[in-house]
């Protein structure tokens, strides 16, 4: 079991910066790699970036390439999301998510933290 429990949502305005930590317990987190998500009102979850706990390697979603950077610290059992020059359309409820490195689905979830982008 992997425990992840997501902080620093809020509400900011177009143009600002906020940061995302996902703290996890549990497992060899070097076993796993890691990735945020966010879903919209009415809309289907979706990726957004993700990142390897022991290579550190990153992919993106193309909407929040160069303005997003996931990073993590593994003394801390950290994972963040720096999300910058935010846009309204960011607005969502993000999630933090594990999934075992020999599966193809994320099998752990936090309980999501709001980010909300004022115009």
């Known amino acids: 079991q992997v425990q992840l429990v997501e902080s620093g949502g809020g509400l900011v305005q177009a143009g600002n910066s906020l940061r995302l930590s996902c703290a996890a317990s549990g497992r060899t987190l070097s076993k796993y790699r890691m990735g945020w998500f966010r879903q919209a009102p009415g809309k289907e979850r979706e990726f957004v970036a993700s990142?390897?706990?022991?290579?550190?390697?990153?992919y993106y979603a193309d909407s929040v390439k160069g303005r997003f950077t996931i990073s993590r610290d593994n003394a801390k059992n950290t994972v963040y999301l720096q999300m910058n020059n935010l846009k309204p359309e960011d607005t969502a409820v993000y999630y933090c998510?594990?999934?075992?490195?020999?599966?193809?689905?994320?099998?752990?979830w936090g309980q999501g933290t709001q980010v909300t982008v004022s115009s």
């Open positions: 998510a594990a999934r075992p490195l020999d599966r193809a689905n994320y099998d752990y």
């Open positions: 990142i390897g706990w022991s290579d550190g390697n990153t």
